[in-house]
């Protein structure tokens, strides 16, 4: 069923586990981070971004499929826009029943983040619904998530007073779309940040961390974590491999159905890993 994303992030902060928050780029990756979710008994944020929605050629499509999969899986699932720099698409996330949304102005300069962040938690909290953003205070194409870059404590706590976010993203040594799960995360800047900050935080590009190194981010305070491209890995290995086997087979339900449920056996597997053990 749909459980608010509000709900889910303040049980996992108050229990100290991590939540899982796995990107749905088809209905497939949908099928299999649900599947994974109710194999494990763990619940899960299903995310779909802006490019994701683009892909499809409008959010509607894939969100209203996905919404209908959440609603009879038995996972406890919440749904969320995933880096939307369109304030029109966190609209229209909130009219599709969307239960948490990230606005994305980390490329804006300073001044015109915030005032837009705000517009959109104005917006948003009307409909109940929670909104991530992260800070743009480092700019440049890369955005607060290039390596290299990190997010300050105090400014942080100032953002997130000044502009009524329910959740930050914030830069401890992460990147996007990191094939080997090699990065070194900042875990003093973590324990720094969840001291300032009086909101759940959100590692973006946890691809790039490997499992015991993720576990350490989510005891020294890190909430939501984001994983997209290792799944992505997952599902395109087996897809290859059923491929190479079946050169023969071109109904695409044969070869995507196994990759689904390689994806689904990771998502299982990788939604235990970030939850923990707890405090
Ligand atoms: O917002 C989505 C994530 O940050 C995913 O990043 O593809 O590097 O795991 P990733
Ligand atoms: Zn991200």
Not at 28 to 52: K, M, T
Request: proline share 5%.
């Amino acid at each position: 069923p749909l459980i608010p994303t509000r709900e889910l992030l303040a049980q996992a902060r108050a229990a100290g586990r991590g939540l899982p928050a796995f990107n749905v780029i088809h209905l497939e990756s949908a099928e299999a981070i649900l599947g994974g979710a109710e194999d494990a008994g763990l619940p899960v944020i299903l995310q779909i971004s802006e490019n994701a929605a683009t892909y499809h050629g409008g959010l509607a499509p894939i969100a209203r499929g996905t919404l209908a999969a959440v609603e009879r899986s038995g996972a406890r699932a919440a749904l969320h826009l995933d880096h939307a720099e369109d304030p029109a698409l966190v609209e229209e996330a909130l009219s599709l029943g969307f239960t948490s949304v990230m606005f994305d102005a980390a490329r804006l300069a300073d001044e015109e983040n915030r005032r837009l962040t705000e517009r959109v938690c104005a917006r948003a909290h009307a409909a109940g619904v929670l909104v991530e953003a992260e800070l743009g205070e480092v700019g440049g194409k890369d955005g607060a998530h290039a390596p290299g870059v990190r997010t300050d404590p105090a400014e942080a706590a100032r953002f997130v007073a000044d502009t009524g976010v329910d959740a930050l993203a914030v830069a401890v040594g992460s990147s996007h779309a990191m094939t080997q799960r090699t990065a070194a995360l900042d875990l003093g800047l973590i324990s720094r940040l969840r001291e300032a900050v009086p909101v759940p935080l959100v590692l973006h590009g946890s691809s790039g961390v490997a499992d015991a190194h993720l576990q350490e981010a989510v005891l020294a305070g890190m909430t939501k974590i984001n994983v997209s491209t290792h799944l992505n890995k997952v599902f395109t290995a087996r897809l290859r491999q059923v491929l190479e086997e079946h050169p023969e087979w071109v109904d695409s339900r044969k070869y995507l159905g196994p990759a689904r449920q390689a994806m689904r056996a990771e998502v299982a597997r990788l939604a235990a890993v970030i939850v923990g053990p707890g405090a």
